[in-house]
């Protein structure tokens, strides 16, 4: 079957998407591209059922929405805004706040935001690959001001969170004929610490082994950390990809969020990741974003806010 074609423009959107069915039916396509498949007996022959949208397993005749078992599973939100806020979220540029979304589709805040920490969690697929190539990697440290306090040491305060970065460096031929870079993918991932063993683990997690990787020459960075890997320390040098993703992770975080505290960031990191790694396809990043939440297990809002 495939995947589906995804809308190009807001107007294709609009005309796409127009009945919670059409909607139910894209959600199928994105959840099962090869075919159904079900859940419980994992049988693949079917009957489809017209109203309400959704199958009847030949083999152990359970019933199965496209919504069972995802992101969107028993939600009191309509599938159709459910679109609407994976769209939005997706293709807008800087992002959307839970204030704005509360906005655009006429729900309450609290659902708002509870869409959109559900939509966050299925920006992570669970079968992404790690960066490879030439990555540079650093920390940096997001968060509100703190006095008397500089550094690395700033993390101490409740309100201060330490994040590693890594992106890939891509090499290209400019329309001059001259060697350049660009950044290509990047992960993102708070840490407690910057030592040795936190480096190495974040980069076990984010990048594949053989890789160079660029560094400063913080100790964190060690021969044990960087033992699977290419090391190409620059003691005193500022990293140039990473530290402009660091930038602009921040002025998303106070422009479009006016900041995030330490426990819900790491869902927004994840956010950032997701959008700039489809920056350049945003569209298509629709579609992905569906067919990634369609394999996400279902979260709770008290799930979602226990520490």
Excluded at 69 to 77: E, K, N, Q
Excluded at 150 to 175: I, N, P, Q, S
Aim: glycine share 10%; proline share 6%; hydrophobic share 35%.
């Amino acid at each position: 079957m495939g995947r589906p074609e995804f809308p190009k423009t807001l107007q294709e959107f609009r005309q796409q998407f127009s009945t919670d069915a059409v909607c139910l039916e894209y959600l199928a396509q994105s959840r099962w591209p090869d075919g159904f498949v079900c859940p419980k007996c994992c049988g693949s022959r079917c009957w489809v059922i017209k109203e309400p949208f959704g199958y009847e397993c030949a083999g152990c005749g359970r019933r199965t929405s496209p919504t069972a078992g995802t992101v969107l599973h028993r939600s009191h939100v309509g599938v159709q805004e459910w679109f609407w806020a994976a769209y939005l979220v997706a293709t807008h540029t800087p992002g959307f706040s839970a204030k704005q979304l509360e906005r655009q589709i006429g729900c309450a805040y609290r659902t708002a935001w509870f869409m959109l920490h559900r939509l966050r969690r299925a920006m992570v697929s669970d079968s992404r690959s790690r960066l490879a190539g030439n990555v540079e990697a650093d920390e940096t440290i997001v968060g509100g001001p703190v006095k008397g306090k500089f550094g690395r040491g700033v993390t101490a305060a409740e309100t201060k969170t330490l994040v590693f970065g890594a992106v890939e460096v891509v090499g290209y031929v400019d329309k001059r004929g001259r060697a350049a870079e660009r950044a290509g993918r990047i992960r993102l991932a708070i840490t407690p610490n910057a030592d040795g063993e936190s480096v190495g683990h974040f980069l076990a997690q984010n990048v594949a082994p053989g890789t160079t990787i660029r560094t400063d020459g913080w100790k964190g960075y060690s021969q044990n950390a960087l033992a699977n890997y290419s090391h190409s320390p620059s003691p005193g040098a500022r990293a140039t990809h990473i530290h402009r993703v660091f930038g602009n992770l921040k002025t998303w975080l106070n422009g479009t969020h006016h900041g995030v505290g330490p426990k819900y960031l790491q869902a927004y990191l994840e956010e950032f990741v997701f959008r700039f790694n489809r920056r350049k396809t945003p569209m298509a990043a629709f579609q992905t974003l569906l067919g990634i939440a369609s394999g996400k297990p279902p979260q709770t809002l008290a799930g979602l806010k226990e520490p």
